[in-house]
């Protein structure tokens, strides 16, 4: 739930009809069956009209787990495919999956995600997010949420770089973020306000030939329609895509240094999100302001170094992404505590997934690792 959004045409009572000629079909589009956070949409056309159906096969990304931490350069992932076929899963489990997306070429073809809700990360570059809820432009530095269900297309993709988290379990703003109204507390880093949502625009779609990617993780089933599938009159609800840019996320800083949850920005079930943003330093006169050692015993945790000047971590550059698994200790490099002593901020920017089940590491990743980040402690 963020918080309720009305657009457009709708009958004053919901399940009844205004205009017995000029039905629109209502369609509950929600999480958790009937229990969790809905919208109702009005379809123009019935949503159920397929033409026809194919299914289109996945490569598997070939999770498998590593015992020792590890850092792996996305820069040297090329260019390839659509938004849709350009995804590059490089971490992941039964929950969730961490992919880097860089593609090559526009589509006019649809996706829905079957499976998984998914956060885009915006690491670069800027366009349209254009979904059935509306249009919504996007930035570098934008989160974007979208529901698994919406069915969506992203424009100017192929100018842009990605960073994607798909999940089983619903992401959504941490409970201890929200007062028992559902509204967003006064201290957490981020407000409703900074939060954008899709603008409905109820436009006249020709009848033609539209194709929609249904993502089930291990195929595309891939549905023909005469129908342009943004066929909205108007929607309401709770449950809708949405995007918060991380220039609005007000980070916490301490006298002393301040653990992860404070950088939370999402949760979910099986993983938490955090965001690391350029800030002040903590301010005790002799505060240790980098991070000290710590054993994550039940949890894998994921970093994507997004922007910033990384020097004080030996090996890593942007779009880098370092996994430090748990069971393993792990912390400062050699020299890095003595380097940071007296500094007074950082312009690093990093999004964070703690990850609750092992993350495993694809084949991809394993070809982009650097053999030697375990020795980085050994100088
Ligand atoms: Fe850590």
């Known amino acids: 739930m963020v918080y309720y959004v009305k657009q457009g045409r709708m009958p004053p009572t919901r399940h009844t009809y205004e205009n017995r000629r000029k039905l629109l079909r209502e369609e509950l589009f929600g999480e958790e069956s009937f229990d969790g956070s809905y919208s109702l949409l009005y379809h123009r056309n019935e949503p159920t009209r397929i033409k026809e159906i194919r299914e289109v096969g996945k490569k598997d990304p070939g999770f498998g787990v590593r015992d020792v931490h590890t850092l792996v350069n996305t820069d040297l992932i090329r260019r390839e495919g659509d938004f849709i076929t350009g995804r590059k899963p490089l971490f992941g489990n039964d929950r969730v999956i961490i992919s880097i997306l860089k593609p090559s070429k526009g589509t006019n073809n649809f996706f829905r995600h079957g499976m998984r809700d998914q956060l885009i990360f915006v690491h670069h570059g800027d366009g349209s997010f254009r979904s ?51 509204q967003i507390k006064e201290g957490v880093p981020y407000y409703s306000r900074d939060i954008r949502h899709p603008k409905l625009r109820v436009e006249n779609h ?7 990617y249904v993502d089930f993780d291990d195929r595309y089933v891939v549905e023909t329609r005469d129908e342009h599938p943004f066929d909205l009159e108007g929607w309401d609800g709770y449950h809708f895509p949405f995007a918060l840019n991380i220039s609005q996320i007000m980070p916490i800083v301490g006298k002393i240094h301040q653990p992860p949850p404070v950088h939370e920005t999402f949760s979910s079930k099986s993983f938490m999100v955090g965001t690391f943003l350029p800030r002040k330093y903590d301010f005790h006169e002799r505060a240790i302001p980098i991070s000290y050692y710590h054993s994550n015993v039940d949890t894998d945790e994921f970093l994507y170094y997004s922007s910033g000047n990384f020097m004080s971590r030996k090996g890593v550059r942007e779009g880098s992404i370092t996994l430090h698994v748990r069971g393993m ?51």
């Open 132 to 182: 059935i809820f509306g249009e919504m432009p996007f930035k570098s530095g934008d989160y974007i949420y979208v529901p698994k269900g919406s069915v969506y297309n992203l424009g100017n993709a192929e100018e842009s770089e990605f960073l994607l988290i798909e999940s089983r379990d619903n992401i959504c703003i941490p409970q201890r973020y929200l007062n028992r109204y559902g």
């Open 206 to 212: 020709r009848k033609g030939e539209y194709f929609v």
């Open 329 to 379: 200790l792990h912390g400062p490099q050699p020299g890095t505590v003595e380097n940071a002593l007296g500094k007074s901020e950082t312009n690093e920017t990093a999004v964070m997934v703690e990850s609750y089940e092992r993350l495993g590491m694809s084949v991809l990743a394993k070809r982009l690792e650097s053999k030697d980040y375990m020795k980085t402690w050994y100088a």
